[in-house]
């Protein structure tokens, strides 16, 4: 027998949605428990569910971040100070807190346009 075309329709997730509560908390937690080395993780399953061009434009700020500090943690001596260890709290900090609070706080698209 053939599956019912409206059944399968409605059984699939909208375009557009914004996943729940609960799949967002753990996805933000992904970058957390990695401490930021899958932060564009979150930002690319909300792009591929959304695809509008801001949700892409966040995947691309949190991968760039993530290989900045993966770049900055490679090329600094041990012993850093000053601009050197501000700049790894700072790229750490967006790859990981960033990219959470990116997955916690997006919001449907406006106007439910791509």
């Not at 591929?48 to 760039?64: K, P, S």
């Not at 090329?75 to 700049?87: I, L």
């Not at 706080?105 to 439910?112: K, S, T």
Request: charged residues 10%; positive net charge; contains cysteine.
């Amino acid at each position: 027998m053939k599956p019912d075309v409206a059944a399968v329709c409605a059984a699939q997730p909208a375009r557009g949605a914004v996943p729940g509560l609960l799949p967002r908390v753990l996805l933000a937690a992904v970058p957390v428990l990695s401490l930021g080395m899958l932060g564009a993780v979150p930002s690319y399953v909300i792009a591929a569910r959304r695809g509008t061009r801001a949700d892409w434009a966040a995947v691309a700020v949190f991968t760039a971040a993530t290989v900045g500090w993966l770049l900055q943690a490679a090329f600094t001596p041990v012993d850093t100070h000053g601009w050197q260890f501000a700049a790894d709290c700072v790229l750490l900090g967006l790859s990981t807190a960033g990219a959470a609070l990116h997955c916690l706080l997006v919001g449907p698209p406006a106007g439910g346009s791509r």
